[in-house]
Nanobody
Framework: QVQLVESGGGLVQPGGSLRLSCVASGRIFSIDSMGWYRQAPGKQRELVAAITSGGTTTLTGSVKGRFTISRDNAKNTVYLQMNSLKPEDTAVYYC??????????????WGQGTQVTVSS
């Protein structure tokens, strides 16, 4: 099995910054894409950012210029640097990863989520 553990969420004032981290552990041969999703109360879960094993990134429009996604393949870790945070960024943020096991079978996994609250 594979576990994804997020950290770094919390309460921050508008205009502030937070850095989320997600570490993957378990029976991992390799990790293809990793990403961050978020879900605000009463809304559907949405993709925030994703990054391939080669470093190609995707960011949803509302966070471009403010958020940066990066990863450390050696540590099976993905990061989300969030700057200039706005109240509308408030949500539970979930880590997601496409992981290949030692039989090269790919499965998708989710973390448990970390709360980000942007409020004065």
């Amino acid at each position: 099995q594979v576990q994804l553990v997020e950290s770094g969420g919390g309460l921050v004032q508008p205009g502030g910054s937070l850095r989320l981290s997600c570490v993957a552990s378990g029976r991992i041969f390799s990790i293809d894409s990793m990403g961050w999703y978020r879900q605000a109360p009463g809304k559907q879960r949405e993709l925030v950012a994703a990054i391939t094993s080669g470093g190609t990134t995707t960011l949803t429009g509302s966070v471009k210029g403010r958020f940066t996604i990066s990863r450390d393949n050696a540590k099976n870790t993905v990061y989300l640097q969030m700057n200039s945070l706005k109240p509308e960024d408030t949500a539970v943020y979930y880590c997601n990863a496409d992981v290949r096991n030692f039989r090269y079978i790919r499965n998708n996994y989710w973390g448990q989520g970390t709360q980000v609250t942007v409020s004065s």
